[in-house]
């Protein structure tokens, strides 16, 4: 049976969507706060559904580790995991399975096949990914990537940074002239602050200055872009070096939103 794991699922309305469309079904969301009005409510109102909610921060889950996902096959989702919470949210599936490889059985001529209990098995992800500018080289999950490319942690950090410039062009948005404000002052959409995310602003914004100084404002959105679309590439490799076949997907135009783009990942077609 498969199994859909929620990610930073909030109040659950993802989860409450696929189990309405594909349900009934095993449900495990996933998230750190506590929520009133959840839609398990309405989800547990499915005849058949096992619907499961794990209060833990992603950076500590480890999700073969949970008992009632062994031998099943997993669908891993999220809505908008704000920085560094996708790369947690992939690590947590690092010791699983990846793939739909048999399940091993111990089996002898005096007793019938029993299953071993194995952990899940990871055979689709879709996680939709925003907020780099909060994603931190500590907690990325294919440093290798980076450094492949001869990028250094300190000229990650100012990737990321650049990151912002996509939505807004740079960061001093409450200021006309760019005289005022920088990216410190921002409050994440999941509301981190820079802090939490283990970034170090104040190191770096003597070079974040002079970046902004050098570029002219109308050519940093495309650079911002291109950096999402670097840190998003990473992750894309990380899960093709899984085996899963994977594409870096906009799923709405721009002019809808600036953060549009999911990971989508599963099994390669036989």
């Given at each position: 049976r498969t199994a859909f794991v929620e990610?930073?699922?909030?109040?659950?309305?993802?989860?409450?969507?696929?189990?309405e469309g594909w349900g009934p079904t095993h449900m495990v969301l996933v998230e750190r706060k506590a929520y009133r009005f959840k839609a398990e409510r309405s989800m547990r109102r499915v005849e058949g559904s096992?619907?499961?909610?794990?209060?833990?921060?992603?950076?500590?889950?480890?999700?073969?580790?949970?008992p009632s996902l062994a031998n099943?096959?997993?669908?891993?989702?999220?809505?908008?995991?704000?920085?560094?919470?996708?790369?947690?949210?992939?690590?947590?599936?690092?010791?699983?399975?990846?793939?739909?490889s048999p399940l091993p059985a111990d089996t002898t001529e005096e007793t019938p096949e029993v299953l071993v209990e194995q952990p899940p098995s990871v055979e689709g992800?879709?996680?939709a990914t925003c907020c780099h500018h909060i994603c931190t080289w500590?907690?990325?999950?294919?440093?290798?990537?980076?450094?492949?490319?001869?990028?250094?942690?300190?000229?990650f950090?100012?990737?990321?940074?650049?990151?912002?410039?996509?939505?807004?062009?740079?960061?001093?948005?409450?200021?006309?002239?760019?005289?005022?404000?920088?990216?410190?002052?921002?409050?994440?959409?999941?509301?981190?602050?820079?802090?939490?995310?283990?970034?170090?602003?104040?190191?770096k914004a003597e070079g974040e200055h002079v970046v902004e100084m050098c570029i002219p404002r109308n050519e940093r959105p495309p650079i911002g872009h291109a950096c999402k679309w670097l840190i998003d590439t990473g992750r894309k490799q990380w899960l093709q070096a899984k085996g899963l076949d994977v594409e870096l997907v906009r799923?709405?135009?721009?002019d809808v939103s600036p953060e549009n783009r999911i990971l989508l990942a599963r099994q390669p077609s036989r």
């Open positions: 990610m930073g699922a909030g109040r659950g309305y993802l989860s409450a969507m696929i189990n096992q619907i499961e909610r794990l209060k833990i921060d992603l950076a500590d889950l480890a999700v073969h580790k949970v099943k096959r997993l669908v891993v989702t999220g809505k908008h995991l704000c920085g560094c919470a996708t790369d947690y949210a992939l690590r947590a599936c690092k010791e699983c399975r990846w793939g739909s992800v879709a996680v500590r907690s990325y999950i294919n440093k290798r990537f980076f450094r492949d490319y001869g990028f250094t942690p300190q000229e950090d100012l990737i990321a940074w650049m990151t912002g410039w996509a939505a807004c062009g740079d960061h001093n948005r409450g200021d006309p002239d760019g005289s005022k404000g920088d990216a410190t002052s921002d409050t994440t959409s999941n509301g981190l602050q820079p802090s939490d995310t283990g970034g170090d602003y104040e190191e799923y709405v135009s721009e």
